[in-house]
């Protein structure tokens, strides 16, 4: 019952947003309610996602909003309220043309909310009540300059506090949250979140939503693999030293989520900066043995010198390798010197065609490393190149070295129709899905429909022509999904279908 009229007003907004038009301004001045120490905040760009969804038709829109309130267990008083919003998002007394942000203060003890700029107090206030009134709790009480409703009774877990200005919802399992709201309102000279680089950066976003996360995050999770990574990062570098900025955005045919990695100090851009010299910019060298309807491929460029200062360190602590292995190895990776290629080509019941190509700038070491390390289970069927163990093949050729199945790739003729160079150069790395074509191999197919939950999915991943995922610079990537329809947003796909 404590959090059941929290619920539905958070429902509420939901339903509103899809309504009203709002414009995202650079730093909020209602962010200062945020803690400066949470670990996640996130932003919803009202404007952008109404317009996308909407595409001219508000009035569809908010009809289907009006059938939804009706099914609502309310009384007729409040669904009369809820449907007077509908038709005019103003009279809930958010101000939806500035950002709607939610957080996440303290994951141990549950804390975290929402807050929100208010062009009209008291219609929130009408609001509130009404909703109070169908649970059966106290209304909103003015205190020392503050509206105040208590969900939860004198000790409440779940607090809302506002003024004329901002609205704070605080939540949390150790503390009356509603003294903690009204002590953020009263102490104005508490920045709050409005005080990190990072949240300025977040704002500077320009997607349909935002998500950013602290790092510290990771010092907070207790998990063996996770402290294992956390051993490899330099003893002056710790998580807290970073953020990750999420931007969702929608556009004609296509999603794109961009993650950014932000340093907040030092040592940590130090750190970064060293990092990013493992890889160059990706150029058309190897794309030429990559067929247009290959199902998967991934392509980088990388300097081996830096990959295996980056690299070894790790494989020198692995159990299993030997000092021997070790120096085969680094021999291997340090003469790794341009652009590295893994594709399918095609699936079969027999085996995939598969293949690996790494371009190299030492052919003869490479080479016998190459023969050292993989000893007895190599079969020399060319010079310089290998079957293993009759299944695979293993080589190097032309300054490639290569891995591949079931042919030795080198050894036959390119696609006549190769994949296209134009979206992967200048990128640092670039890795694509072909969704329509394996939604479209016979054996793929013939797996899939086995599964329940696929066929089910089907209708809507026959909508989806390609996942990408993008290395765009250093620090910077993006996960691309694109749809079979590029006259559409597929927000209006998604708002057609309720």
């Known amino acids: 019952m404590k959090t059941k009229l929290i619920n539905r007003f958070y429902l509420l907004l939901t339903a509103v947003v899809f309504v009203c038009l709002a414009s995202c301004s650079s730093k909020p001045k209602h962010a200062r309610l945020i803690s400066k120490d949470a670990f996640v905040v996130a932003n919803l760009n009202v404007e952008q996602i109404a317009d996308k969804a909407q595409s001219g038709n508000a009035k569809n829109v908010a009809d289907k909003l009006k059938k939804e309130v009706e099914k609502m267990d309310f009384s007729a008083e409040a669904k009369a309220k809820l449907l007077k919003i509908v038709e005019d998002p103003a009279e809930a007394g958010v101000d939806l043309r500035k950002p709607l942000l939610f957080f996440v203060e303290d994951p141990e003890k549950s804390t975290g909310g929402m807050v929100a700029a208010l062009h009209d107090a008291d219609k929130l206030t009408e609001l509130l009540n009404a909703m109070a009134k169908e649970e059966n709790v106290d209304p909103v009480k003015e205190t ?27 939540g949390g399992n150790d503390a009356d949250m509603v003294t903690e709201a009204q002590r953020r309102f009263k102490d104005e000279k508490d920045e709050g979140i409005l005080a990190r680089a990072d949240f300025e950066e977040f704002c ?28 490899l990062i330099p003893a002056n570098v ?25 340093a907040l100090t030092d040592a940590a851009k130090q750190y970064a900066e060293e990092q990013a010299k493992m890889a160059g910019k990706i150029d058309a060298e190897l794309l030429n043995y990559v067929s247009e309807k290959a199902l998967f491929m991934f392509a980088a460029n990388l300097k081996g010198e830096e990959v295996a200062k980056q690299l070894l360190p790790i494989v020198k ?35 995939p065609e598969v293949c690996v190509l790494v371009k190299v700038d030492d052919e003869k070491k490479v080479q016998e490393a190459v023969k050292t ?3 007895s289970m190599l079969e020399e069927v060319e010079p310089g190149q290998f079957s293993v163990m009759g299944m695979s093949y293993l080589g190097v050729k032309d300054g490639i070295l290569y891995v591949s199945m079931p042919h030795p790739v080198l050894s036959m003729a390119k696609p006549k129709q190769t994949i296209d160079e134009g979206a992967m150069k200048g990128n640092y790395f670039y890795c ?17 429909e086995r599964d329940r939950d696929f066929r089910m999915m089907k209708p809507a991943l026959e909508k989806c022509k390609s996942l990408e995922f993008v290395g765009v610079e ?18 209006e796909i998604l708002v057609s279908m309720i």
């Open 317 to 351: 602590k692995q159990e299993y390798a030997n000092a021997t292995q070790v120096n085969l190895v680094e021999t291997i990776l340090k003469h790794i010197n341009g652009n590295v290629v893994v594709a399918c080509n095609s699936v079969s019941e027999k085996t």
């Open 432 to 448: 694509v899905l072909n969704m329509q074509g394996l939604l479209q191999n016979e054996f793929v197919k013939m797996q899939m």
């Open 373 to 375: 390390l993989g000893g």
């Open 144 to 170: 020392d300059g503050l509206f105040v409703l208590r969900p939860g009774g004198e000790r409440s877990e779940v607090g809302v506090v506002y003024d004329k200005d901002m609205l704070l919802i605080l």
């Open 238 to 262: 710790n998580p807290a030293d970073y953020s990750l900025l999420l931007d969702l955005n929608s556009e004609k045919g296509a999603v794109v989520l961009s993650a950014q990695t932000l």
């Open 474 to 491: 250093a620090g910077k990537c993006e996960l691309r999904l694109k749809m079979t329809d590029e006259s559409k947003n597929p927000l």
């Open 204 to 231: 500077k976003a320009k997607g349909d939503a935002q998500l950013l996360v602290w790092g510290d995050l990771l010092n907070k999770i207790e998990d063996r693999d996770l402290d294992e990574m956390k051993r």
